[in-house]
């Protein structure tokens, strides 16, 4: 049995390098970006006015006028337009390019228009109210830099510079397999003695938020056909993602079965709770990664919080960012084991803590629907204190 670190820093040792895809933007939200995406042109693309009002010279202000007779009207989405006189004004709606011999804009709330012309009601300062060519970015600037998981603002960033296609990495074909003959299909109504097939259902969401979308499939107690399964799956999944099978009863061929497939056992056991079972490993002809996590809802859904999306995250060239959060109450954890422990998170006078929160070991699946995350205690002599911040993996 190995520590939890060093079964971390072993997953985080066998990412793998995805190929990259070329997917239209629309279709892209979620995905990590495998280019640079680089400015097509200035933004903004000209000197952009930005109030409704008037537009003038400021050299007539100056000189001292005060009132503009008014040569006519310029709307956003008009070509660029010219200022005859520049001692009179033109009328002017955000969004519109800036006149030749204009360069000063003065909302309305500013003038009193009589007659055909605008009165200044206030004082005025040069080039207010402009949006300068090229201020906020330049032609060839990047954007938005590879290895960037695109969100809505990037959406809007892609459709500005006209990127209809867009590189972003390849994901991973995961193939989720369930062990037991105590499962049964979630629209069946099972025995007394049997349950339902959710760990799958969890693992499935799980992976969606991930956007990848996976295979799911089902082997009884039987070695001889988890085996004949095990060795068409390798052909055609990247990673292999398991749920029960791996612990010490005598129906749990999981980790003979690998063995006997030339799989290589990376690590299995590990000092933590819960998940204690954990089993790792690769299977080095097809290079197809495969966790097999223990079968008890709550210790798949940490392990695949705490092991396979940081080891993801890894491969995708995402930023790996180690969360925080300050205990509100004492925790102990006098054990040789690393603890992942199921909490709620309360927001007090503007700080979230966190609070333990109620549940009945690693079988007790409706637990975590009162879970915010876990935080993770080594092995201490002395409590971890009320105020003391500690590693936070969020689950939602």
């Known amino acids: 049995m190995i520590s939890f670190e060093e079964a971390h820093s072993k997953v985080l040792e066998k990412t793998i390098s995805f190929d990259t895809e070329s997917v239209l933007f629309t279709n892209s939200l979620g995905r990590v970006l495998a280019e640079d995406i680089l400015a097509d042109r200035d933004f903004p693309p000209f000197d952009r006015v930005t109030k409704d009002g008037i537009v003038v010279n400021y050299e007539a202000i100056k000189n001292g006028k005060t009132a503009f007779s008014i040569e006519g009207v310029v709307a956003a989405g008009t070509p660029k337009s010219k200022l005859k006189d520049k001692n009179n004004c033109l009328e002017i709606m955000t969004g519109a390019v800036m006149p030749e011999n204009a360069d000063t804009v003065i909302m309305y709330e500013d003038i009193t228009i009589k007659e055909g012309k605008a009165i200044l009601n206030s004082s005025v300062k040069a080039f207010q109210n402009i949006h300068k060519q090229g201020v906020d970015t330049q032609k060839g600037a990047i954007l938005v830099k590879k290895n960037t998981r695109i969100t809505a603002a990037e959406i809007g960033i892609l459709a500005a510079v006209g990127s209809v296609e867009v590189e972003v990495k390849k994901l991973p074909q995961v193939t989720l397999i369930s062990t037991g003959d105590e499962l049964v299909a979630v629209h069946e109504k099972p025995a007394a003695h049997q349950i339902r097939n959710s760990n799958m259902l969890s693992l499935h969401a799980l992976l969606l938020d991930e956007h990848i979308h996976s295979k799911h499939i089902h082997l009884n107690d039987n070695k001889e056909e988890i085996k004949n399964n095990l060795i068409e799956l390798f052909s055609n999944s990247d990673i292999l993602m398991l749920s029960g099978g791996v612990s010490k009863g005598k129906f749990d061929y999981i980790p003979e079965v690998l063995e006997d497939l030339g799989v290589e ?63 509100g109450e004492e925790v102990s954890n006098k054990t040789d084991l690393t603890l992942f422990i199921s909490v709620k998170v309360k927001d007090l006078n503007g700080e979230k803590r966190a609070f333990r929160a109620k549940e009945n070991g690693s079988g007790d699946l409706t637990s975590l629907a009162l879970t915010d995350g876990f935080i993770q205690l080594p092995p201490r002599e002395n409590p971890y204190k009320k105020g003391e911040a500690v590693t936070f993996i969020a689950s939602r």
């Open 265 to 327: 056992k990376v690590f299995h056991r590990v000092k933590q709770r819960p998940g204690k079972p954990f089993w790792f490993g690769i299977h080095k002809a097809s290079k197809t990664v495969i966790f097999s996590f223990p079968g008890n809802p709550v210790s798949t859904f940490a392990n695949y919080h705490v092991y396979f999306k940081d080891w993801l995250h890894k491969s995708l060239e995402l930023e790996m960012i180690k969360n925080t959060i300050i205990l």
